[in-house]
């Protein structure tokens, strides 16, 4: 292993800048999730059979869909977040890559902001491009499905955002999945009551713009809390391993 | 430009920039100490009262039985575990007050290499420095053939064996100017060869002044190898 | 201060301690509960509207302050837990939060069986209703994650980044279940809302919260207690306190 590439030995004093060490983050992160497809799909797949599963377990009357149906996106797309969340730091704790990126030299709540920022790409934006059609299938008029997929897009990421404070809370411990569901779904109540409101409020023709600004200020609050969070509970999981 | 303007570089004294005479005093002065160390796992005392000195140009061996405590150790010296009592101290000042510049220094290889599985060994090495140290792809290369992954720097790490993809992780000693490593287990599934040449260089990085600590069960014939044996503390 | 501050870290002293509070706040609690809920069932007035049925917030009402006040509470030694990794706080959080969990229960149970009498149905998705829910599933997080880290430290840590998302949180779940709840059913009968309660009947139910929060603290001492025993029983003073006194 004599190479010539190594460098002398001396105190570092450079270092990567902050912004590329992110960028790096995200772009490990949506490498990986492209070769496992599965995890884009599968939650995606699971999204549409539980929409599915309201017309024929409750009642397929376009009346009773139209009044529903913003509610049961919110609920199966809330679902289908859960899912995916236990996947956000798993695989790397197994695999020993999420112990290097507590040792990179920059903040980790930054980084974990980018590994966020990845999943959600993979995981929330589907399910954001996905409504509409199920929308159409739930009868939904032009408008809501509109506002729909507008609450959705500010909503989702804030459920990621909350759940990855969970995913990393339950790290070490042994069938986490569903203990990570008793946590963060409490949590989750505001945004899903103001995601279905706002579409609610839309059909009745009420404005809906403070309810857009409601939700964008629960994304606010969640981008500049949770990645604190998470990072704190990665130690304590990591800690503990 | 100085040093000392730079961000994460505020744990050292004020006004100091390291110069030749600087960079020469630390070639004595221990890099990483650890002053009455205590740690306790599952109401089992591990060590106590253990003091480190972690010395550039030096090896230091952590031995001792299965369970005494070695992997914890280590990680408790990268600063990955914090179930202990006692003081870090990295280059005489509190560790938790210089953790930027700390972790600049510090290249840590684990029981679990951190290679992802999906991705390609040059993949995996490109996203392993990004955090670090920028390197045109040459050479990461050449770390990879280096490392004995000439022809495989673009299959899936799925497809490679344990001890392949160990190499993997253990292409960025042939990259790394961290001053510090520590190294568990980093010969698990190495094979003889392979281990021979990771001896050399771990030999040639003493003599170039980098500071070493690792466990391993491989008989390590290395010269001036300090050793630190757990497991007599109970 | 700083002194004292470092002693009420300290499990052993913290133990001493207890032992010479909790008669007085056991006989104290026990006295203002049992006053309160004795004048409030069987002396206060009727309630004119809704008859003999409104005393059940004698019951009620303490357990469903109390449980939101715990949380509260466990929050703030949560903060301690992360920021002084003190010990006690972190025994506390254990120690409290089925506590919480429990009276959360009550106050719920208590407000669908006056629910029935009032609005007709064991259950209504009233706003209060919904919130005190939600706070018993965050109990029960926080009592599930805390039993599912084996390693203590590890456990009350991550518990206490838990509790501290909560609370950060409850505001604004309460928030969203009143307007959540005025956009699903406007005008609903508010029972507790009446500025005009008697005196013959607040101060009873203020009896009870005061005897309540008392009994709370005599219960939170004692289960303390018995965790810091556990935690500690390997150390000295715990195997002197179970050898018998001659033998000492």
């Known amino acids: 292993m004599n190479v010539k590439v190594r460098p002398a030995i001396t105190l570092a004093e450079r270092t990567v800048s902050v912004p590329s060490a992110m960028i790096a983050v995200l772009r490990r992160d949506l490498q990986v999730s492209f070769r496992q497809s599965q995890d884009i799909f599968n939650p995606l797949l699971f999204f549409v059979m539980v929409v599915a599963l309201f017309p024929l377990g409750v009642s397929p009357e376009v009346e009773f869909l139209r009044q529903a149906g913003s509610g049961i996106l919110w609920v199966a797309a809330l679902l289908a977040t859960l899912l995916a969340l236990d996947h956000l730091y798993r695989h790397d704790f197994d695999d020993g890559t999420l112990e290097q990126m507590m040792l990179q030299p920059q903040p980790l709540f930054l980084l974990v902001l980018a590994k966020t920022l990845a999943h959600w790409l993979v995981t929330g934006l589907p399910l954001v491009l996905l409504a509409p059609v199920l929308g159409v299938m739930v009868h939904l008029d032009g408008n809501s499905i509109g506002i729909l997929c507008l609450t959705l897009l500010i909503g989702t990421p804030v459920l990621s955002l909350i759940g990855s404070i969970g995913a990393a809370l339950t790290l070490g411990v042994r069938a986490g999945g569903i203990l990570l569901s008793l946590l963060v779904i409490p949590l989750y109540i505001p945004v899903l009551i103001f995601g279905t409101g706002t579409v609610m409020a839309a059909a009745e023709g009420a404005p809906v713009g403070a309810y857009l600004a409601l939700m964008g200020a629960f994304l606010a609050l969640a981008l500049t809390l949770a990645p604190f969070a998470s990072a704190a509970a990665l130690k304590i999981s990591l800690s503990s391993s | 430009m100085c040093p000392a303007l730079m961000p994460g570089s505020f744990c050292r004294p004020f006004g100091q920039c390291p110069s030749a005479e600087r960079y020469g005093a630390l070639m004595s002065e221990p890099l990483l100490q650890a002053v009455d160390l205590h740690c306790e796992r599952d109401d089992r005392l591990l060590f106590q009262g253990l003091d480190i000195a972690i010395v550039p140009g030096t090896i230091t061996r952590v031995e001792g039985p299965n369970g005494s405590g070695k992997t914890t150790l280590l990680r408790i010296l990268a600063g990955l575990h914090d179930g202990y009592s006692g003081d870090i101290l990295w280059r005489t000042q509190r560790r938790a007050r210089c953790r930027e510049e700390f972790l600049r220094n510090l290249l840590y290889i684990g029981h679990r290499p951190g290679v992802k599985s999906l991705l390609t060994p040059l993949e995996n090495l490109r996203a392993l420095m990004a955090g670090r140290q920028r390197h045109p792809d040459k050479n990461l290369r050449a770390a990879l053939d280096g490392s004995g992954l000439g022809g495989f720097h673009d299959v899936p790490c799925q497809n490679l064996s344990a001890g392949q993809q160990r190499r993997v992780a253990l292409a960025r000693l042939l990259i790394s100017d961290e001053p510090l490593w520590i190294l568990d287990e980093a010969f698990t599934a190495i094979d003889f060869q392979g281990v021979g040449r990771l001896e050399q260089l771990l030999a040639q990085r003493v003599v170039n002044g980098g500071a070493v600590v690792l466990t391993t069960h491989h008989p390590l014939a290395l010269s001036g190898m300090q050793r630190l044996q757990l497991g007599q503390a109970a | 201060m700083w002194q004292f501050f470092h002693k009420l870290g300290s499990p052993r002293w913290f133990y001493g301690i207890a032992n010479r509070f909790m008669p007085w706040l056991l006989v104290m609690g026990l006295v203002l509960t049992l006053a309160g809920i004795v004048w409030g069932l069987a002396f206060a007035p009727q309630d004119y509207l809704q008859g003999n049925s409104y005393r059940i917030i004698f019951i009620h009402v303490p357990s469903a302050f109390l449980a939101q006040s715990i949380y509260v509470m466990m929050a703030s030694a949560a903060l301690v837990t992360l920021v002084w990794h003190m010990k006690l706080a972190d025994v506390f959080v254990k120690a409290v939060a089925p506590v919480g969990a429990v009276l959360t229960f009550l106050a719920l149970f208590t407000g669908s069986v006056w629910g029935k009498p009032t609005w007709g149905t064991w259950?209504?998705?009233?706003?209060?209703?919904?919130?005190?829910?939600?706070?018993?599933?965050?109990?029960?997080?926080?009592?599930?994650?805390?039993?599912?880290?084996?390693?203590?430290?590890?456990?009350?840590?991550?518990?206490?980044?838990?509790?501290?998302?909560?609370?950060?949180?409850?505001?604004?779940?309460?928030?969203?279940?009143?307007?959540?709840?005025?956009?699903?059913?406007?005008?609903?009968?508010?029972?507790?809302?009446?500025?005009?309660m008697p005196a013959e009947m607040w101060v009873p139910l203020l009896l009870v919260v005061l005897g309540l929060y008392l009994l709370f603290g005599w219960l939170a001492f004692y289960r303390m207690q018995t965790e810091i025993l556990d935690r500690e029983r390997r150390t000295q003073w715990v195997k002197a306190l179970n050898k018998p006194q001659g033998a000492a």
Do not use: C
Request: aromatic share 12%; net charge positive; proline share 4%.
């Open chain 3, 123 to 196: 259950w209504i998705w009233d706003a209060r209703l919904t919130s005190m829910l939600i706070l018993l599933f965050l109990y029960f997080g926080v009592i599930a994650l805390g039993s599912a880290i084996s390693d203590a430290k590890s456990s009350a840590r991550a518990v206490a980044v838990l509790v501290l998302v909560g609370v950060v949180n409850i505001p604004i779940i309460k928030y969203s279940v009143e307007w959540w709840n005025t956009l699903h059913q406007p005008a609903t009968f508010k029972l507790t809302e009446k500025p005009t």
